[in-house]
């Protein structure tokens, strides 16, 4: 608790395999091959594995496709 009374909510800075692949909506096998290809960074505690949340948010705005700004509404 803090000093309103509320508790304080912590937002986790890394989270391992299965969470990473449920945050990205994929398969742990296919971050596996994300992973191997150097596409996402692994951080290393020991003998543990986990992947930073935020370079998960910058995975995916690596992914992000624009919109196409030509285009005409459709009538």
Do not use: H
């Not at 596996?32 to 935020?54: A, C, H, M, Q, T």
């Amino acid at each position: 608790m803090n000093d309103t009374g509320f508790p304080i909510v912590l937002t986790p800075l890394a989270v391992d395999e299965t969470q990473a692949a449920k945050m990205l909506g994929i398969s742990v096998r296919t971050l596996w091959e994300y992973r191997k290809n150097g596409e996402i960074p692994v951080v290393r505690f020991g003998r543990l594995v986990r992947f930073s949340v935020d370079d998960l948010r910058k995975f995916i705005e690596s992914k992000r496709v624009g919109m196409v700004s030509n285009a005409k509404p459709r009538e």
